[in-house]
């Protein structure tokens, strides 16, 4: 009586969970590529910037030395297209600090600007960032507070749009989709991929779950009330990822965290392979910390890991067939993803990247949990399991 064998019962079962997980990974990709092509992306309301009257904002600018971008990012802040009186306080922990020269440069060329270079001093905790934020926060005259990194660039209207939704009395923060704007590297062209193609559909993906409840840091804006019902910045001092606390916790105070259909740049130093592992590896201990259950099953969307692992243990003409399925949708996904955030032209010739940054993103899922010690600004830092980071 024909049949299986029983001892090939375990390369069966392997074949059938590694093929349904190969399946799983497509269908998972095909929700994040519809879900990011249904979000208005770079569309605006026009109501939005004709508003009759804008309300006056406090800018926050936390900066630490120069590189080639700095001034014109910096710049871009200086010629936001607003309606409203803008205030705009650029933190340093030090006069001597070589993005110093560069404020005082464009404080000379927009005279009416209603800036300042403020000296904050030293850290008052683990982030030095959010020790800068701290103190311009006390400086800041008006209600609305929109606070940005230094290697941000901003469209003319990026003000304006991020602004408006607050007029909503539920929407408690307001922040945007970046995109990496100067892959000077191999290796940035590969953390291109991790955040210009996956990163904006993966959070899409979340918010058709439920509602957003953290914030990406390039751009948020928010009330100074908001600010103050969390314990102000003062009670992020020790956190790493300050974006995702500050969102979380005016989200857990029931109020809406709204993404803005703008697309801000941000402008990094050359990196070579070595710093963005250590990024990739940094970010990737952080999310696991701050959203433990939801980085823990990323790893199934993985659509190259899956069906490569499935053709490895059943390298048949069919499974063959469906692995190249596989990978041709997740390629295709991710350039068209790409193109869509940075609105840059496709590099079909790097396609090959798509499934290398799989690969080694499989990794690096793996040694976020095999430590939790991160380096950060040249700081050796371990990070607990609530997100406060300690100095070792």
Known sequence: MGGTNHDEYPAVILNLILGSLALLSLALTLWQWLVARRFPLHQRDPRLATLGSQPAVTLLKPLKGRDAATEDCLRSWFA???AGPVQILLGVAEAEDRACEVVRKLMGEFPGSDARLVVCGPPLGANAKVSQLVELARQAKHDVIV?????????????????????????????????????ATLAMRWEVIAINA??????????????????????????????????????????????????????RRGYRIALSPVVVEC???????????????RWARTIRVCQPVPYFFSILSNATLWP?????????????????????????????LEHRLSRSRPLYGLAWL????????????????????IEWHGQQLRLCPDGVMVRT
């Open 147 to 183: 606070l940005s990194d230094a290697d941000v660039r901003v469209p003319p209207d990026c003000l304006a749009q991020v602004v408006a939704p607050l007029q909503q009395p539920e929407t408690g923060l307001v922040n945007c989709f970046y995109c990496l704007a100067n892959p």
């Open 267 to 281: 402008w990094a130093a050359p990196m070579g392979w070595a710093a963005v592992w250590k990024h990739q590896l």
């Open 80 to 82: 936001q297209q607003y």
């Open 354 to 373: 798509v499934p290398v940054k799989d690969l080694l993103q499989a990794a690096i899922w793996l040694l976020a949990y095999l430590g939790n010690r």
């Open 308 to 336: 490569v692992l499935w053709l490895a243990a059943k390298p048949a003409a069919p499974a063959l067939a469906c692995v190249a399925g596989c990978l041709l949708v997740r390629v295709i996904s991710a350039l068209n």
């Open 198 to 251: 996956d990163f904006w559909s993966q959070v899409l993906q979340a918010r058709s779950l439920k509602p957003v409840d953290f914030a990406l840091g390039a751009v948020m804006a928010m009330r100074r009330q908001r600010l103050a019902e969390i314990g102000g910045f003062e009670a992020l001092v020790d956190c790493l990822a300050d974006d995702y606390q500050l969102g979380n916790r005016i989200a």
